[in-house]
Each structure stands twice: as structure tokens, then as C-alpha cells.
């Protein structure tokens, strides 16, 4: 009899975990929600989750994980109304004294407290499952099959075990080194190899926008430009495959070229990554008004990208710091669930600012599954004393980030929704917004992503600042 007991048991733990993974949790809450609130860019957002390529990305991706968010949510005891359709403003933030746990305290005051970048209203939605590419996803799965362990030296660097560097090695330069991390290290090596989720990235145009002026805040910045990202490594969806020529030493680079205002139109940087720890950035600046080229070092990156924005050159992509142990203390300091915006940019855009857009009218939010990382600066002279971002669970990218002064005062955030593309699981940006809560500014960037013909109009002479001074 019990022989017969423990042969059912199994039977029934096997089932279940065949049901688990045939599952697709966030799918039905998204129908069921899209039904309810009749929204048309709900019914799109259901439409492209449903395709049979999402779907079958978000189960392997989720058999790879062993859990999805749905599944870590469902697994947390909540408060009963903390759930999709919710509506959060000023007057009833009050009624939900668990609310301070789930949004970060800066979001909480601009909803409840600040004079200036404010937000009017928030409203939850169901929380989302969100995976890499297929790409990614074979090359961690190789990782694990081989039983391949990376290991981090004393430099900080992240390598495989025949000794080549993990981001440079096209079999493992699109992997998840570390699937469950277990200490900060890992964890930053994790969203780090992240990079941005896909090999080439192009926004034609982004839009950067500052204010000032507290409650009566209105636009006094406004900056267009291009922008062009590419990893240079472990390449399988967009050309060139494999490693892109020249790059030898280089993981990825970053490039811009400003086309308004008129008088700095024409400015141009480039940054580009070495994996090893003893060769700092290629970071290059072609200056319209002085006619040269500047040759940036470690210290300038520490500097606003344009006048009035409150972006640095290390705040690039929300964390753009070279991996430095002897500079730098990272801490997996917990884990846990944040209120964050959804990834839903591919699709429709999940905030509303107010018409001098120095404000958020209205944001959504999701619930997300997350790891805390903390990295502190060790030397007392980074212009951040402390680094603390809210790693997703599920895609390695991060949901939220504060950043502190040498004295411990809250200085800026990032806050962003992406352009996630659920049928190839990459993702480019489309809405950032990055505040300093010392000077009271309020900056915001909006980028239309280029999906189509990346092969052609990402090339060589994009990252190189000699001919991207010449870009039209």
C-alpha cells in the first residue's frame, strides 16, 4: 500500500509539474484584464503575448529559470488589494499603508509628497513574464549542460574556465552567467551580461528633456539626437553574426550623435568596452564648436552627457561602470517584490505626461520579482557614494535604481519602460525617466526604437567618432 502511495505521489508531482510549465499564468491574467478594462492597447498588448513565438519562449525561458514572476507572485503572501486594477492617487495612498514596501520611496513621494515631478495617479496592471532571446537562452542552456561554471578573479573580471573572457568568447558571450545568483558579484556579472537584451540597438530619434522650477516647472532643456548601441559578440540575430570584425578586445559599444538644438548639432561621443580590467573605455567626443576630438578618461564619465540633463556618462544604459572590486563594494543585500513599470513600450507607451511634460499624469505599474543589488564606492571620491538596484528575476535587467551622494542623500533615480518584443524576447528602450532629488530636476528621455534593417544601419562607422562626426 504504501508502495502504491509513493507511486501516485510521484505521478501527481509530475503532472503537476508538466501543467506548471504548459502554464502561462501572465497570458490569462492579461486576457482577463484587457476583457475588463476595454482598453485597446490592453487588447494589442494580449494580441502580441498571445503569438505562438512568445509563448514558446516564455516556456522555455521558464523551464530554463525553474519559476516565472507569475509563479513567484503567486507564491508571496500579499495584501488582498494589491492586484491588477488598482488605482493609487494622493488622496488614498493612505489607505494603503503596505504600499511604502512595494514602491520605491521616491516614487512614493512624487505621488504623495513632492512639489515637482510629481505623479497624478498610478494604476496596477498584471504582472508580465520577461525572457531573453532564443540566442541567450541556448548558450546558458549549453552553459549548464556542460556543466561550465564562470569564475570572477581578483580584477573584478568575468571568465570561463579556460581562462578566455566570458563576454568576448562567442559561445558564451550571450549567456546568463549566473541563473541564480548567490552573492552581489554574481548578481552584477548577471545584469551586466544582460547588456541591453539584444545585439543592435538603434532610437531614430531620442528625445531628452529637463525642467526645473519646482510645482511650476517648465521645459528648459530639449535635446534630439541618434543613438546606436551594438554588442560586438555571440551574435545570431542580426548581422553581422558571430563577432563583429575588429572588435577583438571590445565586449559592446555605445554611440551618439545630437541633432538639436542648432548650436550643439553635430556632437558626437562614442564609448566603447574593453573586457579586460586593466584597459579603460574607448571613449571619444567629437566637439562641433572646437572642431576636434576629445579623448575622454574614467573621471569625465562622471560628467552630465548635455547641459542640463541628468544623465551622467556612467549612468549610460541606467549602469554603464566598469566592474572595479578595488573601487567598488557589491552586496546582494535581499530579495523581494517592487511596483515597477511594465515593459509594455513595443506596444503602447504605460505613462502620460502633462502637457509641459515636467510631470507624470499617470504611470502603470506591475508587481516584479527581484534582487537588491548594492554597490558601494570604496575610494570617497565616485560621484556616487552608493548604487542600489532592483535586479529582475526573470531577465537579469533592472527595475529600479537610486543612486546616493558621499553624504547620503538620495540623489538621482532611473525609471524606465522598455520596447520588450515578447516574439524574439529583445528589448530596446522607450521611455526613461532620470530626476535629481538634490537640484529638484526632472528629466526625461523617449526613444523610437528601429527594428527593421539593423544589419544596414548599424555599422563600423557608427562607432567610430572620426566618421560619426560626419553622420547625416
Known amino acids: 500500500m504504501k508502495r502504491i502511495n509513493m507511486i501516485i505521489a510521484i505521478l501527481c508531482i509530475a503532472f503537476s509539474t508538466v501543467v506548471s510549465a504548459e502554464t502561462n499564468d501572465a497570458l490569462d491574467a492579461w486576457k482577463s484584464y484587457a476583457a475588463k478594462t476595454g482598453n485597446p492597447d490592453h487588447a494589442k498588448w494580449v494580441d502580441e503575448i498571445s503569438k505562438p513565438e512568445a509563448i514558446a519562449l516564455a516556456k522555455a525561458w521558464k523551464e530554463l529559470r525553474g519559476y516565472d514572476a507569475q509563479d513567484l507572485v503567486q507564491a508571496e503572501k500579499l495584501p488582498a488589494e494589491l492586484k491588477p486594477g488598482l488605482v493609487i492617487t494622493k488622496d488614498n495612498a493612505g489607505d494603503f499603508p503596505w504600499l511604502k514596501d512595494y514602491l520605491p520611496k521616491t516614487t512614493y513621494a512624487s505621488l504623495t509628497s513632492n512639489d515637482w515631478g510629481t505623479i497624478g495617479k498610478i494604476t496596477i496592471v498584471p504582472t508580465n513574464t520577461y525572457y531573453m532571446t532564443q540566442a541567450a537562452l541556448d548558450s546558458t542552456k549549453k552553459l549548464l549542460e556542460k556543466n561550465i561554471v564562470p569564475t570572477i578573479n581578483e580584477k573584478g573580471e568575468l571568465l570561463n574556465p579556460d581562462g578566455s573572457f566570458f563576454l568576448l568568447n562567442d559561445a558564451t558571450a550571450r549567456a546568463v552567467p549566473f541563473i541564480h545568483p548567490k552573492n552581489g558579484m554574481e548578481l552584477n556579472w548577471s545584469y551586466v551580461s544582460h547588456g541591453i537584451s539584444n545585439e543592435s540597438e538603434f532610437f531614430k530619434p531620442i528625445r531628452i528633456g529637463g525642467c526645473g522650477g519646482g510645482a511650476n516647472a517648465k521645459l528648459d532643456r530639449y535635446y534630439e539626437g541618434h543613438l546606436w548601441w551594438q554588442k ?209 530636476r526632472f528629466n526625461f528621455l523617449e526613444m523610437e526604437s528601429v527594428w527593421e534593417n539593423r544589419e544596414q544601419l548599424i555599422n563600423d562607422e557608427k562607432f567610430d567618432v572620426d566618421q560619426l562626426r560626419d553622420y547625416r
Open 232 to 440: 560586438f559578440h555571440g551574435r545570431r540575430l542580426v548581422e553581422p553574426m558571430g563577432d563583429v570584425p575588429g572588435k577583438d578586445e571590445l565586449v559592446e559599444g555605445g554611440s551618439i550623435f545630437f541633432t538639436e538644438p542648432f548650436d550643439i548639432r553635430g556632437l558626437a561621443g562614442v564609448r566603447q568596452r574593453y573586457a579586460s580590467a586593466d584597459k579603460a573605455d574607448d571613449f571619444r567626443v567629437f566637439i562641433p564648436s572646437l572642431r576636434r576630438t576629445r579623448i575622454m578618461t574614467g573621471s569625465d564619465a562622471q560628467d552630465p552627457i548635455a547641459a542640463g540633463v541628468e544623465l551622467i556618462w556612467d549612468d549610460w544604459r541606467a549602469y554603464w561602470n566598469k566592474t572595479n572590486p578595488d573601487n567598488f563594494e557589491y552586496n546582494l543585500t535581499g530579495e523581494g517584490f517592487i511596483l515597477a513599470l511594465p515593459e509594455v513600450g513595443y506596444v503602447y507607451d504605460a505613462y502620460e505626461m502633462n502637457d509641459e511634460r515636467c510631470a507624470l499624469k499617470s504611470i502603470e505599474v506591475e508587481l516584479r520579482p527581484v534582487w537588491k543589488l548594492e554597490i558601494i564606492d570604496k575610494t570617497g571620491k565616485y560621484i556616487y557614494k552608493t548604487r542600489t538596484t532592483w535586479v529582475d528575476k526573470e531577465n537579469y535587467y533592472m527595475q529600479y535604481h537610486i543612486t546616493t551622494d558621499q553624504r547620503d542623500n538620495v540623489m538621482r533615480i532611473w525609471d524606465d519602460s522598455r520596447a520588450f518584443r515578447p516574439t524574439t524576447g529583445e528589448a530596446q528602450w522607450r521611455f526613461v525617466l532620470v530626476s535629481n532629488y538634490l537640484s529638484e
